[in-house]
């Protein structure tokens, strides 16, 4: 488990290991500690938008003892040392893209010398936990919606640009996600999960006809 | 003692949901007088509220204008690392407040000549214009040289300084340090892009570059 402090140096060591100015958007747990909804996680999530910038923050980690894994079919690099996990993900995050609208709806910037890490969005953390099949996550996201002040309508657009994007259904795994975040008495308005209905009978019927 | 031990510590629990659920209930900007309002209750009680939920990390206290305290509650408890970033070292030394879009931290201490150089970059005409500010605390010219050198604008960072001589009192810059930021070889000559005032000839004249301000706005430094 790496706490914020942990993560904070870990970040410092990185951005001063790299020679360029180097951006990437932490997601996951590492960003819910950025906001104090989390006290540790499990590992450190950062996506990065080139491969030449992920290849470096990666070579720097390496140089410094971390043991590193490649997943081809994810396309994601896991380093590890000492129970410290950092995934790095290359624009994709497991069925999910990195959209540009997610970059810009960044609520937090820190910059680690030339590391800049983006903190995700509330909303972008909420929609990311839905890629992976972990029960923690339905508790992170638990938290993350009464912690903060989510904004619906951001996560149905942009649910709708992932659909448009990956041309899959992806708002289907959002909706049983949601219905299990529900299911531990989270409160999250009818109206949405009434609009997710909505999309998914859409995707469906999209799907028939293609 | 054991006993004790265990039966305050479940107090402890009870208090910091308790105290959690009212943050939750109070998320946002408030003040003393807001916080009485929602919660139905009275001054004294509210600032006893403050004080607990301020004392378990929900609040953070600030002064609003007319020097009000504001108190930003938020139910996560955040814990701030690394460095003030541009936003809030202008918002420190400047008259002029701006909001930042996102909460910047950094982890190597920002300087007010770095804070200059990164205002210009932001290329946000009231980012630089609340930045005019920050040439009043320039104490190190050759570092804010050095930086303007860096992200090339120097003959930009010259014309703000002589634009901020004229609402306030700004050391004056090194000698040296002037003719070298007048002989830099510059193409861009917009601080703002496509925004040119004819407010201020001399300075444009001077160090060929547009001056994206008024007369009108470098008048609110003196309001």
Redesign the interface.
Known sequence: MTGLEEQAALLKFIGSSLKKKTECLVIGGSAMMFYGIKNTTKDIDMVFSSEKERKDAALALENAGFYKKYFKDKDIFLLERNGMKIDMFLKKIFKFFLSNSMMERKKEVHEFGNLTAMIASPEDIVLLKCATDREGDRIDAKNIIEKSDINWGIILEEIKWQNRNSGKALSMFLYDFLLDVKSLKTDIPDKIMKELRAINKEEIEKLRKS | MFTSFVMREKKDVKEDAKFEKMA?EL??LNTVSSVCKKLGIQKKTAINYIYEMKKR?FVKASRGSGKIRMYSI??????E??YP?LYDIINEHSPLKITSP???????EMTVEEAIVRALETKDFRVILASLALFRHVRNWPRLYGFAKEKDVRRQVGALYDLSRKVMKAKRMDRRIENNLLAARQKDKFIVPGISAKDFPEISRKWNICVPFTKGDIKRFKE
């Not at chain 2, 938020?74 to 814990?79: F, G, H, N, W, Y």
């Open positions: 939750r998320n946002g990390g938020s139910p996560a408890r955040k814990k690392l690394g970033g996102f909460n910047h931290r950094v982890y190597e």
